[in-house]
């Protein structure tokens, strides 16, 4: 059992021994004096629940900087903003004198940001300095955590020629000295001279609040920032309401497949893993495995998350107009300029993405190489299990001071509500139960054998008409060859669904499962049945497609519409 499994096991066996504790004071004879300590009992638990939850939100905001550009009004007001909805004190808000431009000298750097911001670390002593035997300085501890980079402040530090104290080493990654800003600020306390390749992150892989990490001095540095003001206040009123409310939803995982390139295999494999991780938590996943991008006008209805690659700029459904993802939802498309400008709404993968309602992201400035980007297996199981976006996207990188940054609110926990023993649920009708319900049968029941979960799951789909959980069940079944299991869950779903591109996309699925079965006339009589009530829909293209396709070859060998 590793640390995480370990973790997990002392919570189930915490709430079950609270559930047992309650039952036996609940259930034992009572006369009117035991009567009234039961009640005092369990307001007393209620108010301890309380406090605690309240007093886990404390050490974020007490921990937190927000970092802007003053000479800038909507860096201002933006800064304003988010310090008070996140409770943050007027005194760690913290202007800069710097530049509007997004890209900077590393001179520009030193002298506007990162020189500034030592000064004000030491004078509101937020670090613990140490002289060293050389006269140096040196931090030994931190009071700041986190740091919210607002909108307006300089985004990534130009390459130069030479720089005092550096120490370039020889190939594609030790002679190189451009960098985000973000990543750089990352290490401010380590007064760092060489700026050519890659710091070590000592973070990477680790599974603990930054605040239970001992004397850390490491600065987790994410950025609220985007193409439009607005953009940026409603990533951070979004991510608020999802920790208030749950972020529900389907994920859509897009792989590349594409094993012949080097080195490119290990993307892939975070991938896969993550559509793992989303059933093991019940999180309904799409998961597309070709080399191709989900096409355009592809139904992806009720995106709560979004992992792919590898397309250079934005395409698929995001390039749709009416495309929104739910709010709080966090999407990442690897590519290594992912995010080399935040102000055009249709450059690259991480300005799309936001402006498309995604409350976070991550991407890369310059070329980061594969490795060295986050690994996105690790960011996806710490968010599931309750971290920070900033905690969750730097335990998954393992290099600082390099190509990287993180776009969203640094505090925001998507799945804080899981861990709540008494999460606040909505009324019996509301459209997060189908996914609430998913959710709590997938914990509960993952540890039985696969073919066990999956008759129960069917059953308890089949009961509620559980679409999104119908449909996953399907897809599970389809991946591992079971074709006639998956279209006959998938032809469950489709009548359970009421939103035509709910219809569609099930529909594409099923008859790609029918003909994973050489049954091309059942696939075609379900792709034109749903072409009569849905020919206007968008995704109706990719209908007509496979309609074209099966009409052509009697015996066709067909996946789902590529681009």
């Known amino acids: 059992m590793n640390a995480r499994d370990e973790v997990d096991q002392a919570v189930l066996c915490s709430m079950s021994k609270l559930g047992a504790v309650a039952a036996h004071y609940w259930h034992r004879p009572r006369n009117g004096r035991s009567?009234?300590?039961?009640i005092a009992f369990v307001l007393v638990l209620l108010l301890l629940i309380g406090i605690g939850a309240h007093a886990a939100e404390q050490p974020l905001a007490a921990s937190t900087i927000v970092v802007y550009n003053k000479n800038l009004p909507d860096s201002v007001t933006l800064a304003t903003f988010y310090a008070q909805q996140r409770e943050i004190t007027r005194d760690h808000l913290v202007g800069l004198d710097c530049s509007a431009e997004e890209e900077i000298s590393r001179e520009e750097?030193?002298?506007?940001?990162?020189?500034?911001?030592?000064?004000?670390?030491?004078?509101?002593?937020?670090?613990?300095?140490?002289?060293?035997?050389?006269?140096?300085?040196?931090?030994?501890?931190?009071?700041?955590?986190?740091?919210?980079?607002?909108?307006?402040?300089?985004?990534?530090?130009?390459?130069?020629?030479?720089?005092?104290?550096?120490?370039?080493?020889?190939?594609?990654?030790?002679?190189?000295?451009?960098?985000?800003?973000?990543?750089?600020?990352?290490?401010?306390?380590?007064?760092?001279?060489?700026?050519?390749?890659?710091?070590?992150?000592?973070?990477?892989?680790?599974?603990?609040?930054?605040?239970?990490?001992e004397n850390a001095t490491l600065l987790l540095v994410c950025r609220l920032d985007a193409p439009t003001a607005a953009t940026v206040r409603d990533m951070i009123v979004?991510?608020?309401?999802?920790e208030k409310n749950g972020l529900w939803g389907r994920a859509y995982v897009d792989g590349a497949h594409n094993p012949g390139a080097a080195g490119m295999g290990v993307g892939d494999q975070w991938l896969i893993e993550i559509a793992g991780q989303f059933h093991k938590v019940g999180i309904p996943v799409i998961y597309e495995d070709t080399p191709a991008i989900f096409p355009g006008g592809y139904p992806m209805t009720d995106c709560a998350l979004y992992y792919g690659w590898y397309a250079g700029g934005v395409a698929g459904p995001f390039t749709e107009p009416d495309f929104r993802f739910v709010p709080g939802a966090v999407a990442v498309h690897i590519h290594s300029f992912s995010a080399s400008t935040l102000r055009d709404p249709n450059a690259n993968w991480v300005a799309p993405l936001i402006s498309k309602g995604a409350a976070a992201s991550m991407g890369n400035v310059y070329e980061?190489?594969?490795?060295?980007?986050?690994?996105?297996?690790?960011?996806?199981?710490?968010?599931?299990?309750?971290?920070?976006?900033?905690?969750?996207?730097?335990?998954?990188?393992?290099?600082?001071?390099?190509?990287?940054?993180?776009?969203?609110?640094?505090?925001?926990?998507?799945?804080?509500?899981?861990?709540?023993?008494?999460?606040?649920?909505d009324s019996p009708k509301s459209?997060?139960?189908?996914?609430?319900?998913?959710?709590?049968?997938?914990?509960?029941?993952?540890?039985?054998?696969?073919?066990?979960?999956?008759?129960?799951?069917g059953q308890a789909a089949a009961a509620s008409h559980n679409c999104p959980m119908m449909e996953d069940l399907a897809l599970m079944e389809a991946r591992d060859g079971q074709f006639a299991e998956a279209a006959s869950h998938l032809q469950q779903a489709r009548t359970y669904y009421a939103q035509r591109d709910d219809i569609v996309r099930v529909a594409l699925e099923e008859a790609d499962a029918w003909l994973k079965q050489n049954e091309p006339k059942r696939a075609l009589e379900i792709v034109r049945n749903i072409l009569r009530?849905?020919?206007?829909?968008?995704?109706?293209?990719?209908?007509?497609?496979?309609?074209?396709?099966?009409?052509?070859?009697?015996?066709?060998?067909?996946?789902?519409?590529?681009?």
């Open 35 to 38: 009567t009234f300590r039961v």
């Open 109 to 213: 750097y030193d002298a506007t940001i990162a020189n500034p911001l030592r000064d004000i670390f030491k004078a509101r002593q937020w670090w613990t300095m140490h002289k060293t035997p050389e006269k140096k300085e040196s931090v030994t501890a931190s009071t700041i955590h986190f740091v919210a980079v607002i909108k307006g402040v300089p985004l990534k530090i130009r390459a130069t020629a030479t720089y005092p104290g550096d120490a370039p080493a020889p190939g594609p990654i030790g002679n190189r000295n451009e960098a985000s800003v973000d990543s750089e600020l990352t290490l401010l306390a380590f007064f760092l001279h060489r700026i050519s390749g890659e710091t070590p992150n000592p973070y990477f892989q680790n599974f603990r609040a930054i605040s239970d990490v």
């Open 238 to 242: 979004d991510a608020i309401a999802a």
């Open 368 to 425: 980061p190489y594969l490795q060295l980007t986050p690994h996105l297996d690790i960011f996806n199981d710490r968010l599931l299990h309750g971290f920070t976006f900033a905690e969750s996207a730097y335990m998954s990188i393992r290099a600082l001071s390099w190509m990287s940054v993180m776009v969203g609110d640094p505090l925001y926990r998507p799945y804080a509500s899981w861990l709540q023993i008494d999460a606040p649920r």
């Open 431 to 457: 459209p997060a139960d189908v996914w609430r319900t998913y959710h709590e049968f997938a914990t509960k029941n993952i540890a039985r054998p696969v073919s066990e979960f999956r008759a129960m799951a």
């Open 533 to 563: 009530g849905a020919g206007d829909a968008p995704g109706a293209s990719l209908l007509k497609k496979m309609e074209q396709d099966l009409s052509a070859s009697p015996t066709p060998s067909l996946a789902k519409p590529q681009l």
